[in-house]
């Protein structure tokens, strides 16, 4: 596609329940990346993935989130029974690979209610 | 904590004057730095990055500066137009993750 693609744009949830958030990199691009951007803040990183291998888990906040790019294309962030703290823009980038120009979507805001 | 930090949250700055957006980091081992624009409802957007070979680089009206002597760079925004109203974020290349500051909100007064 033209751009990096995350769906949905707005999520609402409620405390306890689980989300999926979707990211659909350009083509071809072999890096991935999530970030968490919270109110009023920069981007903090949150997991990175070469093609399908999820090489650097390191930023994500709990066992709660979970990370998966299983055929080295589409990514999907999940978090399991949301709190309100979880509440944030998800970022989505990827890049052609290392130290290469990261495009980003335009992110799925979540408020949990 | 964060590894880079702007010096001013916001900014405001009259139509068709240069912008000067500040930011200092506190790795002196950084090689690679980059800056985003980020506006409403939006993913950051590249604007021009530079790397630790280099004290200047420029661009389409933007220019960086980087002092490798007081860990600090800026980004120089030439004849802002109302479009330029964003959030600007320095960020800081380790490898391949972004360690982004808190970010200057610009705004463009006609």
């Known amino acids: 596609g033209a751009g990096v693609s995350q769906s949905p744009r707005y999520k609402v949830a409620k405390r306890g329940q689980d989300v999926a958030l979707r990211c659909d990199p350009i083509?071809?691009?072999?890096?991935l990346f999530w970030y968490q951007q919270a109110l009023g803040q920069g981007p903090e990183f949150l997991t990175y993935f070469q093609n399908e291998a999820q090489l650097d888990k390191s930023g994500l906040p709990s066992d709660r989130f979970f990370a998966e790019r299983p055929e080295g294309s589409v990514s999907t962030l999940k978090i399991q029974r949301t709190q309100q703290e979880d509440s944030a823009v998800y970022l989505c980038a990827s890049t052609r690979g290392m130290n290469t120009e990261a495009f980003f979507g335009q992110g799925t805001r979540l408020t949990v209610v | 904590g964060e590894s880079v930090g702007l010096h001013l949250p916001t900014l405001s700055v009259q139509e068709g004057d240069n912008s000067i957006i500040n930011c200092a980091y506190s790795n002196s081992a950084s090689d690679y730095f980059i800056w985003y624009k980020q506006e409403s409802g939006k993913g950051p957007q590249f604007i021009i990055d530079?790397?630790?070979?280099?004290d200047k680089r420029q661009g389409q009206r933007v220019t960086v500066l980087l002092n490798k002597t007081v860990k600090h760079l800026s980004l120089q925004i030439a004849a802002t137009q109302p479009g330029d109203s964003a959030v600007y974020f320095c960020a800081e290349n380790n490898d391949y993750k972004l360690s982004f500051g808190a970010g200057t909100t610009v705004t463009v007064r006609a």
């Open positions: 083509s071809g691009h072999v890096s």
């Open positions: 530079i790397r630790s070979n280099m």
